[in-house]
């Protein structure tokens, strides 16, 4: 049984550039949440998606936006990158909305020069 | 508002013995409490969780955790540390109104052979 993946596994991007990141959830849920972490920090929830809609929002700008599909994957975007969207990107997936239990992919690393 | 405090970026022991990673909350009503791992290059893992049942949690690997409501602290004990410990572990809370999880800075326990 698949866990969670994510790709790309690194990514480079000039400031100013937009990236796309992708997140496949484990079999059988239907969650997806997006986090930043920075180097040396926890993990800063960007949003949730469930039902292909966007149910919860942390405290990022609208530069940050997503997307879940049918399928239940999801996409994470980033427009206009600064220097300080440089972090690891982690995707995590649990069975419902309310589950106490979310099951994290090994994350995007994304350094913008 | 609910937060997480980890007091200590560090914590550095030897193979065999005890290993305490200190965890305090904020939180105006009872929480729900996780304890995390990140090991290099690895997703992060669920270690165990705190949902208002028994105070002393079990969790994998050998770790345990007590919610202690009149510290409001949630302390991370293994009795014997192994070489396999040593990883970044995150306490982090998570907000009943919309299920959000707050993160603290995380520890990164070094295991001394």
């Known amino acids: 049984d698949a866990g969670v993946t994510q790709s790309p596994t690194h990514l480079i991007k000039t400031r100013g550039q937009q990236v796309t990141l992708r997140c496949s959830p484990k079999s059988g849920h239907d969650t997806v949440s997006w986090y930043q972490q920075a180097l040396g920090q926890g993990p800063q929830f960007i949003f949730q998606y469930y039902e292909e809609e966007e149910r919860q929002r942390g405290n990022f700008p609208d530069r940050f936006s997503g997307h879940q599909f049918p399928n239940y994957s999801s996409e994470l975007n980033v427009n206009a990158l600064l220097l300080g969207d440089s972090a690891l990107y982690l995707c995590a997936s649990s069975q419902r909305l309310a589950s106490y239990e979310q099951y994290f992919g090994p994350g995007t690393r994304l350094t913008v020069t | 508002a609910q937060s997480v405090t980890q007091l200590d970026s560090h914590v550095s022991v030897s193979e065999g013995t005890p290993v305490l990673l200190r965890c305090n909350y904020s939180?105006?009503?009872?929480?729900?409490l996780f304890w995390y791992v990140q090991h290099p290059n690895k997703g992060l893992q669920l270690l165990l969780k705190?949902?208002?049942?028994a105070t002393l949690v079990k969790g994998i690997n050998g770790f345990e955790a007590e919610f202690k409501k009149s510290e409001t602290s949630f302390h991370l004990t293994k009795p014997s540390a192994h070489m396999s410990d040593a990883a970044e572990y995150f306490c982090v809370v998570r907000l009943d109104s919309n299920y959000q999880l707050i993160w603290g800075a995380g520890t990164k326990l070094i295991i001394k052979p």
């Open positions: 939180s105006s009503y009872s929480p729900s």
């Open positions: 705190y949902t208002s049942a």
